[in-house]
């Protein structure tokens, strides 16, 4: 950028201070380009009585470009640091625009050093702040794009829907399966431990089955899903995003609430509730391992006092939460993936916090449901 037509070779940068006046003033003068070695910035004084202000000249300047901008800046954090605020006097109109990026910069990485307690507590909890709000937005958009589904007007690939079910269901029953068992093995064991001391062996067969179809086997599973599945979903979305394929949906008028955000949406919440009952079955398979191997239980006594023990409100809450666990994951996945930055240390932030994040709020709704079942005697 050139403010005058002068022959860059016999063009050479100065800083100049005056400092006999009310207002100190620093002038700037010649070429500031990377080309040109850096001015030395004069010795500040300090700043004497009634001297707040300092001003910077630019009228001179021939030449200038970013090296301008970073002059400037040290020399501004100079002056500061001597007590003085600074103005800009004869520059471009552009100037005072970079130099507000410079400072914007600085104050998206602040320092740590000498911050208290309060303005960490107050730093966290308008980052928590700002977070709910996009999070809101984020419903708000989720829920226009469920409208548009309902009414057949939602744009996405049928085929990356049926990729997704497999994904996060065919390839996920083995890890389930295996969770699940074990974790009706242990029931089991505990159990015995307990029960035999009254010679009530048998009904370890109703605390496995109960307890697998009301809460362990949805939470299990969930939790699950959280780590493989809503992790990915955070993954894959925050590299859209690096990428700009997001920005690239939206030029060509596809949402990518209806093209990415929806499908992960049907997908998890149909599938949860059949890898939650397949996760209950594999508890109860755990169980009879345990009883018959273990506490002279026949496998036709264990099968019977199992058949009677399940009602049909526990398998139904069993598949509320499971439906419901299925929507926080599909969502946190995805707002994680949305808010991702470009870099790839941002995109595995994205991902830990989306599980993470819905491992908390599947515990909070399991807690809430059993508050609400035990009001409704359910």
């Given at each position: 950028m050139r403010r005058n037509h002068k022959n860059s070779k016999n063009c050479r940068s100065a800083i100049r201070g005056t400092w006999e006046a009310e207002k100190p003033k620093l002038s700037f003068?010649?070429?500031?380009?990377?080309?040109?070695?850096?001015?030395?910035?004069?010795?500040?004084?300090?700043?004497?009585?009634?001297?707040?202000?300092?001003?910077?000249?630019?009228?001179?300047?021939?030449?200038?470009?970013?090296?301008?901008?970073?002059?400037?800046?040290?020399?501004?954090?100079?002056?500061?640091?001597?007590?003085?605020?600074?103005?800009?006097?004869?520059?471009?109109?552009?100037?005072?625009?970079?130099?507000?990026?410079?400072?914007?910069?600085?104050?998206?990485?602040?320092?740590?050093?000498?911050?208290?307690?309060?303005?960490?507590?107050?730093?966290?909890g308008l980052e928590a702040w700002h977070g709910f709000c996009g999070f809101i937005l984020f419903l708000g958009e989720?829920?226009?794009?469920?409208?548009?589904?309902?009414?057949?007007?939602?744009?996405?690939?049928?085929a990356d829907l049926l990729h997704l079910l497999w994904d996060s269901t065919g390839k996920s029953i083995g890890i389930v399966f295996l969770i699940s068992f074990l974790t009706g093995?242990?029931?089991?064991?505990?159990?015995?431990?307990?029960?035999?001391?009254?010679?009530?062996?048998?009904?370890?067969?109703?605390?496995?089955?109960?307890?697998?179809f009301r809460e362990m086997g949805a939470m299990m599973t969930g939790i699950i899903l959280a780590g493989r599945t809503g992790s990915a979903f955070a993954a894959q979305i925050g590299s859209m995003k690096a990428n700009d394929e997001l920005n690239a949906l939206q030029t060509m008028g596809i949402s990518p609430f209806d093209f990415i955000v929806l499908p992960r949406l049907i997908a998890l919440?149909?599938?949860?509730?059949?890898?939650?009952?397949?996760?209950?079955?594999?508890?109860?398979?755990?169980?009879?391992?345990?009883?018959?191997?273990?506490?002279?239980?026949?496998?036709?006594?264990?099968?019977?006092?199992?058949?009677?023990?399940?009602?049909?409100?526990?398998?139904?809450?069993?598949?509320?939460?499971?439906?419901?666990?299925?929507?926080?994951?599909?969502?946190?996945g995805c707002f994680r993936g949305m808010g991702a930055g470009s870099s790839a240390e941002s995109v595995g932030r994205a991902a830990t916090s989306a599980v993470v994040t819905s491992i908390i709020w599947i515990i909070i709704a399991d807690a809430l449901f059993a508050v609400l079942f035990n009001l409704y005697g359910l």
């Open positions: 003068s010649g070429c500031f380009t990377i080309h040109d070695p850096f001015a030395e910035i004069p010795e500040i004084p300090e700043a004497k009585k009634g001297q707040s202000e300092a001003l910077f000249d630019g009228s001179e300047i021939d030449e200038w470009d970013s090296s301008l901008i970073i002059q400037l800046d040290r020399c501004r954090d100079a002056f500061s640091a001597k007590g003085f605020s600074t103005k800009l006097i004869g520059f471009p109109g552009s100037i005072e625009t970079l130099l507000g990026r410079t400072d914007s910069t600085d104050e998206s990485t602040p320092s740590s050093d000498g911050e208290n307690f309060i303005h960490r507590l107050g730093g966290h989720m829920t226009q794009s469920v409208g548009r589904l309902i009414k057949g007007k939602a744009i996405f690939q049928r093995l242990i029931l089991a064991f505990v159990g015995a431990i307990q029960l035999s001391q009254f010679g009530a062996n048998i009904f370890v067969a109703d605390l496995v089955s109960i307890a697998m919440t149909l599938t949860l509730p059949v890898l939650a009952f397949l996760a209950s079955l594999s508890g109860i398979l755990g169980g009879l391992t345990v009883s018959v191997g273990f506490m002279d239980i026949t496998m036709s006594q264990y099968l019977d006092k199992t058949s009677t023990s399940i009602a049909l409100s526990s398998f139904l809450s069993g598949t509320m939460k499971s439906f419901v666990f299925g929507c926080i994951i599909a969502l946190t």
